[in-house]
């Protein structure tokens, strides 16, 4: 009689760990929905899908008794036949599993996988606030990067969720964390975001309140000022963004004018409309809003090819 293995088996089950095979592929891929399919598992289906198990886990009482057993919250996570370093965490959100995970020493700032994400970043991205306090009052640094060189706030202001960018700034997140890709800080983040104007304003005001530069530039020599929406403007200004600051093209905000209540502030707080660029361009030329146009033709603006 013979007898089919499951879908992945080569090797007979070992009964104990000194005989486990390395290579995951030669352990059985178990199934595990009830606590009385934890108790059936063998050490090395423990050792080898343990951490995809608990990244699986749909109870508590399974999670508890995968860890009871020994499984690993951080460990290889078995994903479409491939293994990776990784943690149960990432992949399992349900807030008791992951308090559970957090308790047996699960490393909510681990970046995972290929494309480098963390539990904690990944909290951030989706603005998933019960997430993201019950990581931080687990003890993980809130600016604690992924692989991309992103920080939590980072990424929650660049998707613009206000009470997660609230909670990490309240729980000691920098301000001026910057990504490593490019030294853009979060309010550069929000700034470039696609979105409400006014969701900008007032998280430029919570960024500013803690304490964000309003002169920091990033690699391209972008201010916050270089990037903001009209609404935004006055209230960088105020906080003492400049007008002057110029960008590695040798631009002033006012060359990135999207409207006239924007240029005119800009030139109320002493823009000089004539400057020139480093291709000898002004605002003029540079503005593609016609209502701009018009307001700086009317305020003594020129060409560069004219000047």
Known sequence: MKFLLPLGALLPLCLCECSC????REVPRPRVDTVAQVKELSSCQIKHYGTTLLAEARSTAVASALLERGALPDGTIIRNGKAESGTALLHNTNPAIAKLL??????AGMTCGTE??????????????AALSLMLNSGVQP???DAEGA???YLAAANLHYDACQLLLSKGASPDSTHTSDNSAPLHAALRAAGSADTKL????MLLQAGANPLHADAEGMTPLHLAPAAVTPLLIAAGGSVHAEDMRGRTPLFYSKDPAQ???LLQAGAVINTRDHLGNTAFDTVTDARVKSLLLVRGANSGSTL
Do not use: N
């Open 116 to 129: 480098g994400h963390s539990p904690l970043c990944t909290a951030a991205r989706k603005g998933d606030t």
């Open 102 to 107: 957090l308790q047996a020493g699960a490393d």
């Open 143 to 145: 600016d604690t990067k």
């Open 151 to 153: 920080t939590p706030l």
């Open 21 to 24: 095979p390395a290579d995951f």
């Open 263 to 265: 240029a005119e502030a």
């Open 202 to 205: 007032r998280l430029a005001q």
